[in-house]
């Protein structure tokens, strides 16, 4: 969220009551923040359907059964949301955690890692911070 100088301490209070009722609510410094937010809040829902799309299709053909893989695959993301929403560790301690060294998970990530997994997840996201940007330009310019 992002205010302007009119916005008196109640406006913005109520505000957070409201967007706090259904989730959380942060604000940032200036509305050039709000495509970060639009990358990372607007489209990660997208992003992680995809990787659990991604994750259930291959253990399909793998062998396992489509329902089953479809519950674990999301079962899994939301036990690894939950651990991570409520744990003091970083995401990066979590992952450390669960990660036994030469295990299958150290191979998964390895694979990942020489694949710029986190090249290609920073590129999707500079493009969408990107488009929020033309978005808002275009918005503008039809003002």
């Given at each position: 969220m992002i205010t302007n100088a009119s916005c008196t301490a109640k406006q913005k209070k109520l505000t957070e009551q409201?967007?706090?009722s259904v989730g959380l609510c942060f604000w940032v410094e200036n509305e050039e923040?709000?495509?970060?937010?639009?990358?990372l809040s607007g489209g990660a829902p997208a992003y992680l359907f995809l990787l659990i799309e991604s994750m259930a299709n291959t253990v399909v053909a793998l062998g396992l059964d489509k329902e089953i893989a479809k519950k674990l695959s999301v079962?899994?993301?939301?036990g690894a949301s939950m651990m991570a929403s409520?744990?003091?560790d970083s995401v990066a301690q979590l992952r450390a955690k669960v990660t036994s060294k030469n295990g299958t998970t150290q191979a998964a990530i390895e694979s990942f890692q020489k694949?710029?997994?986190e090249l290609i997840v920073s590129r999707a996201m500079r493009a969408a911070a990107d488009r929020a940007r033309e978005i808002a330009a275009e918005f503008d310019s039809n003002e």
């Open positions: 409201i967007i706090g923040m709000m495509d970060a937010v639009t990358a079962q899994t993301a939301l409520k744990s003091d694949q710029d997994f």
